[in-house]
């Protein structure tokens, strides 16, 4: 079976642009969560969608947003990019919310010049 | 003061020894507790679940001791194939949802 998929791979942006990302969770899995990893820390919570709605939203400011689409696959998007938004956007997906089993996807690398 | 502490290592030892993790918690109002094990730029992936009855798989035993609020993680007989970053995670939930909160991670390096 195929795991999480997530796209691009890689991405470089300039400073003020506006990024999409992309996540296809495993088939049967109707949660998606996003996380974002700078070097040196673990992991840090955005947000969580299941069943097309927002369920959690972790201490990020309203450029980022993102949505869940009927087959449960997930769009990411950062408006007005920052420096500081360099990091590896990592998507998870479970059974259902509530679970801590997660499993991630290979993450994109974005880069901002 | 972060949700989640670890030590931050990194622990270098040799093949075939036994090396603990730690970790600490903030939030008493956490439901269940992790390991998740994350190799060089790759995503992070599940290793075990951690009990209040303490639980084992192969070499690796995890344990939570929720009154002190303390999630360990035991590697007996290491190999060079542990060698990576172990991050301690604590999932919460809050308003319908869910989310886990990471600690920094603790860098292992298995040696010959």
């Known amino acids: 079976d195929a795991g999480v998929t997530q796209s691009p791979t890689h991405l470089i942006k300039t400073r003020g642009q506006h990024v999409t990302l992309r996540c296809s969770p495993i088939?049967?899995?109707?949660?998606v969560s996003w996380y974002q990893q700078v070097l040196g820390q673990g992991p840090q919570f955005i947000f969580q969608y299941y069943e097309k709605e927002e369920r959690g939203r972790g201490n990020f400011p309203d450029r980022f947003s993102a949505r869940q689409f009927p087959n449960y696959s997930s769009e990411l998007n950062v408006n007005a990019l920052l420096l500081g938004d360099s990091a590896l956007y990592l998507c998870?997906?479970?059974?259902?919310?509530?679970?801590?089993?997660?499993?991630f996807g290979p993450g994109t690398r974005l880069t901002v010049l | 003061r972060k949700e989640v502490e670890q030590d931050p290592g990194p622990f270098n030892v040799p093949e075939g020894a036994t090396v603990a993790f730690n970790c600490t918690y903030s939030n008493s109002a956490s439901q269940s507790f992790f390991w998740y094990r994350q190799d060089c730029r790759k995503e992070p992936k599940l290793l075990m679940s951690v009990y209040s009855s303490g639980n084992e798989d192969g070499r690796f035993t995890a344990q939570l001791n929720r009154a002190s609020q303390y999630i360990s993680l035991l590697i007996r007989d290491s190999k060079l194939s542990d060698s990576a970053t172990y991050l301690c995670?604590?999932?919460?939930?809050?308003?319908?949802?869910?989310?886990?909160?990471f600690g920094t991670g603790t860098q292992l390096k298995v040696e010959l």
């Open positions: 088939s049967g899995h109707k949660s």
């Open positions: 995670v604590v999932n919460s939930f809050r308003g319908g949802g869910n989310k886990l909160t």
């Open positions: 998870a997906s479970s059974l259902e919310t509530g679970r801590g089993e997660q499993f």
